[in-house]
């Protein structure tokens, strides 16, 4: 949503000037203006949305690049497997996708090894994060371990679902 001066283009925005990060312009905000600019987004809020990444601007000759990344069908094909696993997963609980787990069901689906369960733990006591963000990320790992047909929760799911916690780590860290 591009609203000029709406929460959601302000929370979208990685500081006043738009460019803290950019490797292509340089970002005059301070420290603290920052703080205070990314501050304005309350921690609930936060906590409610699963993956906050940072998305920097593409240069010209990426954008001309020939890409030989994986095409539209393949990605489409995976996601429909997954969403498929998880129809079957969740048929009796009344939910259709990882994102409506309950606290209940996140115990019995999320189930995690003592690997990844030290690396969750160090990266919930670092950046400081919430039970609901714990939750989140074991969420957002669970589908990721769906799109690679995983019955598991390997660490590597984990570490990446907190990887998509930016705005936690960025700015309170």
Not at 37 to 50: A, E, F, N, Q, T
Not at 74 to 86: C, L, N
Not at 107 to 125: F, G, H, N, P, V
Not at 126 to 153: F, N, Y
Request: glycine residues 6%; proline residues 5%; positive net charge.
């Amino acid at each position: 949503m591009e609203l000029s001066g709406s929460p959601c283009r302000k929370a979208t925005e990685p500081c006043p000037c738009g460019y803290f990060n950019d490797p292509t312009r340089e970002c005059h905000c301070t420290p603290p203006q920052i703080q205070r600019y990314v501050g304005k987004i309350s921690g609930p809020l936060l906590d409610r949305i699963d993956i906050h990444i940072d998305v920097p601007a593409v240069r010209y000759k990426e954008l001309r690049a020939r890409a030989t990344g994986e095409g539209s069908e393949e990605i489409r094909a995976r996601i429909m497997q997954a969403r498929q696993v998880q129809l079957q997963r969740f048929q009796g609980d009344g939910i259709y996708c990882n994102a409506q787990m309950s606290s209940k069901l996140i115990r019995t689906y999320c189930e995690i090894d003592t690997e990844s369960d030290k690396l969750l733990e160090m990266a919930i006591t670092r950046l400081g994060l919430s039970a609901r963000a714990h939750d989140r990320i074991l969420k957002v790992a669970r589908t990721i371990a769906d799109l690679e047909g995983s019955a598991v929760l390997l660490p590597r799911y984990l570490s990446e679902a907190i990887q998509y916690r930016t705005l936690d780590r960025t700015y309170w860290a």
